[in-house]
């Protein structure tokens, strides 16, 4: 209402300026939305321009360098093919080599002739062929042995690999007596094998032959080694790493290192872990490394166990169920005993309690090899071994076995038994085998040094952190 009046009121001139001003806008607003549209139809243009022109670039592009498409195998140049077959070349005789390193010459040679046709024309693929077949040719059964029955077989206990600890703990004499220290074994092993020492398997020095009638007995085994070469037999006793060495200088359980190969770990007060070269398996694995011609066809040790205080330093005994990590401890142990075997390594029946075999009632040996059975042998696999606890047979003498004893072991699968002398002593017989295991520990060392001398030099040997034996 009060707008219609305040237009009454102007004069005819202001309302035609005002008509002059409203129409101007108009012009103003078209104009400006015809400049809108050219300026967004010339961008268009210019895109279409651009895309048309990167689309070209693209097909310029296409032909002169195509995308691979992976169904299709790159065509290599005759130089690029020449220096791959070279390096498969290095290849299959770098490992060629390390196989007959370990004297498997058969095997090297397999491995090279398995490179294809051509390699009846590779100079270095027949010449390193020749090479393995004539020391394939000079090897005899043995080695410098003439029979298994010289083969030596020794053993230890945990390493000690922090003697400060180990020698001033409560059960100092003890270690001192029954244990070896890292620096002791590492110095064994170079003088054996500087002596001209091979490790081999127990199941290389016998086998399983199948007899006539169908059953299995046993044979000397065919090990072929350079003549001057010695063959011998290496195990490790109670790798279960039992509670009372906590703190006292011991690996506190096997492990798996970074690289995926058998180790073992420590554990700390303050709860932080190691894994590293602390105990006999790491060490050995090392020294093979450095000296692959030091195992026979990648042969390792024994590890013996027993069972009441579980298996590897993992408390998987029934003792220990209720355990939070119970289950996946037994599962950690399956999978590192299966990672060991790959390696080279193998379990014995060292019984379940530890108890003299030869003392006991039918019924406790009984009863504690079921107990191995179920609650160690269900972790790392089947064994034919039986390592005596103490080294005590179940018969004393050397007659063949005969007692309900040994019928039971033999029907729960065991068929080489092991227990300890003083020197090199086998029994093969048509169902089992007994061998004798020599002791390379603190009491062996210090109180009857003249049994090791054909082995060797203890004043090299002997740690010199170690104490006198009380």
Known sequence: MGDKNLEAKKTPRKQKRDVAIRNMTKIIIIEGLVLATLIIIFCALKLSKARRS???????????????????????????????EQKKQVKYLKYAAKMAAGYDYDGAI???????????????????????????????????????????????HSLIYDTEKAFK???????????????????????????????????????PVTREDGTTGYAEGDIMLPPDKKPFVLSQDDVNYYTYMEGDGFATRAAIDENGKPSTEIIEADGTSKIGDFDLVPVLERFIEEHPDFSYKGARGIICLTGYEGTLGYRTDPGSKDSKTYEQDKKTVQKIAEVMKKYGWEFACHSNGHRDMGECTQAFLEKDTKSWLADVGSLVGETDLYVYPFGIDIQAGIKPYSNAKYEYLKASGFHIFCGVEAKPWMQIKPDYVRMQRRPLDGQAMLMYPERLADLFDLSKVIDPSRPKLQ
């Open 169 to 207: 703990a409560h059960e100092a004499n003890g270690y001192n007596y029954y244990m070896t220290t890292i620096s002791e074994f590492k110095e064994m092993m170079q003088q054996m094998y500087d002596a001209g020492y091979v490790l081999v398997s127990i199941h290389d020095v016998v086998k």
């Open 54 to 84: 990167g689309e070209k670039e693209q097909q310029v592009m296409a032909v002169i360098s195509p995308t691979p498409d992976p169904n299709v195998t790159p065509t290599m140049t005759p130089e690029q093919k020449e220096d791959q």
């Open 110 to 156: 397999e491995y090279l002739k398995s490179y294809g046709d051509d390699y009846l024309k590779l100079d270095k693929f027949t010449a390193a062929i020749a090479d393995y077949e004539a020391k394939k040719a000079a090897c005899v059964k043995f080695g410098a042995y003439d029979s298994a029955t010289e083969v030596n077989h020794i053993f230890f």
